[in-house]
């Protein structure tokens, strides 16, 4: 079985209807959804939260630091890794 091709959600098309963009700004620069930590610069990765209600779709991406975004990478490999192998 082959794994499913790699996306990456560094942002959402500005073009997509409905699209939310939610990026906690500081002074000077982001706070990270995960541990909350402030950081400049651009975010190490995204998380995606996406919700609808009724025929509205709304999507958030919320920015992570350095160190969470690489433990939010390695946690979704390992279960996807772990998910597969008690399928086979």
């Given at each position: 079985?082959?794994?499913?091709?790699?996306?990456?959600?560094d942002?959402?098309?500005?073009?997509?209807?409905?699209?939310?963009?939610?990026?906690p700004r500081?002074?000077?620069?982001?706070?990270?959804?995960?541990?909350?930590?402030?950081?400049?610069?651009e975010?190490?990765?995204?998380?995606?939260?996406i919700?609808?209600?009724?025929?509205?779709?709304?999507y958030?991406?919320?920015?992570?630091?350095?160190?969470?975004a690489?433990?939010?990478?390695?946690g979704a490999?390992l279960?996807?890794?772990n998910?597969?192998?008690?399928?086979g």
């Amino acid at each position: 079985m082959r794994p499913p091709p790699l996306v990456t959600l560094d942002r959402l098309d500005t073009e997509t209807p409905n699209s939310v963009r939610s990026e906690p700004r500081t002074e000077r620069g982001f706070e990270c959804d995960v541990c909350g930590e402030r950081f400049e610069g651009e975010p190490a990765g995204s998380g995606l939260f996406i919700w609808s209600r009724g025929t509205e779709v709304r999507y958030e991406q919320p920015p992570l630091c350095e160190e969470c975004a690489s433990k939010v990478t390695i946690g979704a490999l390992l279960a996807w890794e772990n998910e597969e192998e008690e399928e086979g």
